[in-house]
């Protein structure tokens, strides 16, 4: 791939993060916004709606999309499988079994900033993280094969859960869980924010410190340990970077699919397969994707809202299918 069109696209990826976050906030309102911008002190209704829920709600689409497109890039590279996203290895059914018992049984409490069903939901995800983890240790040898089986198995068993907890709660409760398993970014103040951020900022540092691992990972495990590469610390690394990083996200706006698949796919066409461009073109193509998305599905119908990770199963599917096709032709 020619350099100067990897540093091209990189650069226009980073103008329009930048568009992004600036002129998002501003979508929809309907009284002067430069007024809003210029008192962050909330002291005028508009700028209380701008700094209160504009602000923070674009801020956490973008970091969700970015989390999502990084671990989806990870996960693609480490199993060397194009077809596998953030929620392969089960974060997201133990994410939402947290969340469903959470709201079944009225659990609240609060632990390091994280309260009532994020706090479940990062508990639940956390859990699948070990277990799968723990599986694959009893395993010799530490295989991604036995990982992404031990994944499935995860998912399966906590997904099935979460359907008997869904049929032992009444119609509130039940319509409660299934809106939160669509996905959404309805947030309101910068807690939220504040709670994904250290989860997100520090896996995207370590997928970012392990890019050259991953090109070599991508190539086989045989091929990385012969150039010098501790095949296992890169693997848990990754593994459990990108694992609490998509916990963290999903605890704070519920599932939201296909964002962790379409990313780094659109991004290889655009920059290349190398992942010291492809990473940082992922996270800020990623970031972007999901705060537009955000945007539209609390606009088009406005002052209804659609959940986001409605918008982006509906893109979604389709681009999966047609990759789905690709990859059988090849």
């Known amino acids: 791939m020619n350099r100067t069109r990897q540093v091209a696209v990189l650069v226009a990826l980073l103008a329009g993060t930048g568009a992004v976050l600036l002129m998002l906030p501003l979508v929809g309102m309907k009284l002067t916004p430069l007024r809003a911008i210029l008192d962050p002190s909330g002291s005028g209704t508009e700028a209380r709606i701008f700094w209160m829920i504009r602000v923070p709600r674009v801020l956490a689409g973008w970091l969700a999309g970015a989390a999502l497109a990084a671990a989806g ?12 996203t953030p929620f392969t290895l089960g974060v997201a059914s133990g994410a939402a079994l947290g969340a469903a018992l959470s709201i079944r049984f009225g659990l609240y409490l609060s632990v390091a900033g994280f309260s009532g069903t994020p706090l479940w939901a990062f508990a639940g995800a956390s859990a699948s993280i070990l277990l799968v983890y723990g599986i694959t240790r009893a395993r010799r040898g530490m295989s991604t094969a036995t990982m992404l089986l031990a994944g499935v198995a995860v998912s399966f068993f906590f997904s099935s859960l979460n359907l008997f907890t869904q049929y032992i709660s009444d119609f509130t409760h039940t319509f409660r869980i299934i809106r939160w398993l669509m996905g959404g970014v309805q947030v309101a103040g910068f807690r939220s924010v504040l709670e994904m951020a250290p989860l997100v900022l520090a896996g995207l540092l370590i997928t970012l410190r392990l890019t050259r691992e991953l090109d070599i990972l991508a190539t086989g495990e045989e091929m990385a340990a012969g150039r010098g590469v501790d095949v296992v610390r890169t693997r848990n690394m990754l593994f459990f970077a990108s694992s609490l ?80 096709i690709r990859e059988g032709k090849h």
């Open 73 to 84: 890039m990870a996960y693609q590279a480490l199993f060397r499988n194009s077809l596998a």
């Open 245 to 324: 990083m998509v916990g963290g996200v999903v605890a704070v706006c519920g599932p939201i699919g296909f964002v962790g698949l379409m990313i780094p796919h659109i991004c290889r066409l655009l920059v290349g397969p190398g992942h010291r461009v492809l990473a940082p073109a992922s996270i800020l193509a990623g970031g972007s994707f999901l705060a537009l998305c955000d945007t539209f599905a609390r606009t088009i119908i406005a002052p209804a809202e659609i959940p986001v990770g409605v918008i982006t199963a509906l893109l979604g599917g389709p681009f999966f299918l047609a990759l789905l």
